[in-house]
């Protein structure tokens, strides 16, 4: 329930392509299946567990935009619509291999605020997420960008 937890819900939920297949509403959310793959599956029954609809939440942050995962780029981005009174009318969200993300980021969200990242920051996270892959577990960077209304007014054309 913290706005931290809050704020990764809604990123795990929003830049994710996975879906659950049809008819499946009377299995367990852990023995759905998943049409996706192992990374966003995961994703999908997590917040689908903790949170709740996953696809409700998308039909809240209506999709106007996004770059899926490549092997090039290393990361996946979608732009919604952000239905969230008293933000921004349209919200950023990313995921992907960590060094990707972090090299766009300028902000960490603790405890539910956003602040500066330093370079002591930055070299924690990558030290975190290097001693976690050299465990051999499996590490995604997310983020968010709340677009300013200024620039990206209501009817923005995105384009990729």
Not at 107 to 112: F, H, L
């Amino acid at each position: 329930s913290s706005a931290t937890w809050v704020a990764l819900a809604r990123i795990a939920g929003l830049c994710n392509r996975a879906v659950f297949l049809a008819e499946q509403s009377n299995v367990p959310i852990l023995k759905r299946d998943v049409a996706g793959d192992a990374s966003e599956a995961a994703l999908l029954k997590c917040i689908e567990l903790c949170c709740g609809s996953v696809g409700g939440m998308r039909d809240k942050y209506h999709k106007m935009s996004e770059i899926p995962f490549n092997s090039t780029n290393k990361y996946q981005l979608s732009i919604h619509k952000n239905a969230t009174p008293g933000e921004t009318k349209h919200l950023l969200v990313m995921k992907g291999a960590p060094e990707r993300i972090l090299d766009r980021c300028s902000t960490i969200m603790m405890q539910g605020k956003e602040q500066p990242m330093d370079d002591e920051m930055k070299d924690a996270f990558q030290n975190a997420y290097v001693e976690l892959g050299g465990l051999g577990e499996r590490v995604l960077g997310i983020c968010h960008f709340s677009l300013p209304d200024d620039q990206f007014a209501e009817g923005f054309a995105f384009d990729t």
